[in-house]
C-alpha cells in the first residue's frame, strides 16, 4: 500500500506545486523505503543525524526535482 499512497500524494502535491521540489527522508539502514522513494524519482543528497533523549537517529535526506 506504501508504494500506491505514494503515487497518490505525489500527484496531489504536483497538481498543487507544479513548479516545486518536494523534499524526504528515511533512516539510512532502510534500504526498502530508500528504494521505494527512487523508483518515484527522488535523489539522495545528505544525511544527518539527530538525538531524542539517549538515542541518534541518522538519516538521509532525498529530494524530488523531476516530474514526469
Known amino acids: ?4 499512497a505514494l503515487e ?3 500527484a496531489f502535491f504536483h497538481e498543487k506545486h507544479p513548479s516545486q521540489c ?3 527522508s528515511a533512516e ?3 534500504a526498502v523505503a530508500i528504494r521505494l522513494y527512487e523508483q518515484f524519482g527522488f535523489e539522495q543528497k ?5 538525538s531524542v533523549g539517549d538515542v541518534t537517529y541518522t538519516e538521509i535526506r532525498m529530494q524530488k526535482t523531476k516530474w514526469e
Not at 1 to 4: F, I, L, R
Not at 46 to 50: E, G, I, L, P, V
Open 46 to 50: 545528505n544525511t544527518f543525524s539527530y
Open 28 to 30: 539510512t539502514d532502510n
Open 22 to 24: 518536494i523534499y524526504t
Open 1 to 4: 500500500y506504501g508504494a500506491k
Open 8 to 10: 497518490k500524494f505525489l
